[in-house]
């Protein structure tokens, strides 16, 4: 295949990188790309999603990313999975020797081994410039969820309508589950027996990165689990915080001990982004020295300093993450070509191993199995949102009043970076504005 009928077929059927920011994948389909890579990190702790779909649709997966390395002529395909991960790397095994040029990478349990930055390095020995993009290193990564959608658009002509969801914590039956897009949290949550605590949160996506979700809330393309947790938890106390608060603390308790900076895996590879001068110069209202607060560009926003390394539960993240939003809105742009230094010697040293971070998080008693369910369950109506992915918005292409079948595209690429999006489920169309699609099953 021409690497632009991929490019067509993954644009139109909707294809998005189902695990992060989802990025349009048919953006990353190019001939600069000498190495593909797929990440079976499973980034963040609690999360089963990859390793399930990888384990029961393993031929599927190989086989897709077999041919989207020949599309663009790549002269490898790694498969980046954690070594604990026995029961997924078996599966996998039965089936490499068919596609040459194809190899599994095996990684440490360490956090955040899903941070593509992490992952090529690990796996290449590559280092992407503060800022650059992997294709510069000749590299393209695609999760493992995001290939399964291209086999489905490519094999069975099957846009994508739904979402693989863990639903895992505080219910009564840990289950990871397929649900169509525009269902609510509730409903999701719903598929995993009974809450076990009074006035759950419901916490969208990994406990490191996540955020506080409505119950109301639509499910997304991006959308990968549901951590169910009581209100007084850590992890949700951490999250309501107030930056005009976290700065007092900080300037009034940062034992400048440096750990934040000594700890951060973007800092490990060589990147300018030093969390500890950030937080002093930031606590103390010092411009002498710009570059701490310019460097927060290249925050990856992974939280370890914030979640992990700060021994006074201090808040270097979401500061970072509010410099970084401020330096956004006033137009300036992280600086252009800035090189990393040489990769820390002590790197090897100062990885987070997952399992201790889960019991800082208070975490490890949720950590069971969440078995993969693949009926989709049955909604009364969805909510589609048209931006589901970096780039334009989709454009509806229906009005109310219109009957639809799941799998119909009812909003279409926009100009630039943009894809289709589906109807995912039979019904009719009962609201249609510039954010969303409301569609009320038969």
Do not use: W
Not at 90 to 107: D, K, S, T, V, Y
Not at 252 to 265: A, R, V
Not at 428 to 438: A, L
């Amino acid at each position: 295949m021409e690497i632009k009928e991929l490019q067509d077929i993954i644009q139109q059927n909707g294809v998005v990188g189902a695990g992060g920011a989802g990025f349009p994948t048919y953006m990353k389909l190019t001939d600069k790309a000498n190495t593909i890579l797929m990440n079976c990190a499973e980034c963040e702790p609690l999360l089963k999603l990859h390793r399930q779909l990888l384990e029961k649709h393993a031929y599927e997966i190989m086989k897709t990313f077999h041919m989207i390395q020949e599309t663009v002529g790549a002269s490898e395909a790694i498969i980046g999975i954690k070594k604990s991960y026995v029961q997924t790397i078996n599966a996998l095994n039965q089936h490499i020797e068919e596609f040459p040029g194809m190899r599994l990478h095996l990684l440490d349990e360490v956090y955040p081994m899903g941070d593509e930055v992490v992952l090529i390095y690990e796996a290449t020995g590559r280092v992407v410039r503060p800022g650059g993009l992997p294709i510069e290193q000749g590299v393209a990564v695609f999760n493992v969820e995001t290939v399964y959608n291209v086999y489905r658009a490519v094999e069975e002509k099957q846009p994508v309508t739904d979402k693989y969801v863990s639903v895992v914590a505080e219910v009564s039956d840990p289950v990871t589950v397929r649900v169509p897009l525009g269902c609510t949290l509730e409903e999701v949550v719903a598929q995993a027996g009974n809450t076990t605590v009074k006035d759950p949160v419901y916490f969208v996506g990994g406990p490191m990165m996540g955020r506080i979700g409505n119950g109301s809330d639509p499910v997304t393309k991006t959308t990968n689990a549901i951590l169910v947790l009581p209100k007084d938890h850590l992890i949700v106390a951490k999250k309501q915080r107030t930056s005009s608060i976290d700065l007092k603390r900080a300037a009034s308790i940062c034992c400048q001990c440096n750990t934040c900076t000594d700890l951060c895996p973007r800092h490990n590879l060589g990147h300018p982004i030093d969390p500890a001068k950030f937080m002093r110069a930031a606590a103390n209202q010092d411009f002498r020295d710009l570059n701490p607060y310019i460097d927060a560009s290249f925050c990856s926003s992974c939280g370890v300093c914030e979640m992990y390394s700060c021994p006074q539960s201090l808040a270097p993240r979401s500061l970072l993450a509010d410099m970084k939003g401020g330096l956004r809105k006033a137009g300036i742009r992280p600086p252009q070509g800035v090189q990393p230094k040489p990769v820390q010697e002590s790197r090897e040293y100062r990885k987070v191993p997952e399992e201790r971070l889960m019991a800082r998080l208070g975490l490890t008693k949720y950590d069971k199995d969440a078995p993969l369910h693949e009926e989709l369950i049955q909604v009364k109506k969805v909510k589609i949102l048209l931006s589901q992915h970096i780039g334009a918005p989709a454009q509806a292409i229906v009005k109310a009043g219109d009957t639809v079948t799941r799998g119909q595209m009812i909003a279409q690429p926009a100009q630039g970076l943009s894809v289709g999006i589906h109807a995912s489920v039979n019904g009719k169309v009962t609201e249609v504005t510039d954010r969303y699609i409301i569609i009320a099953v038969n």
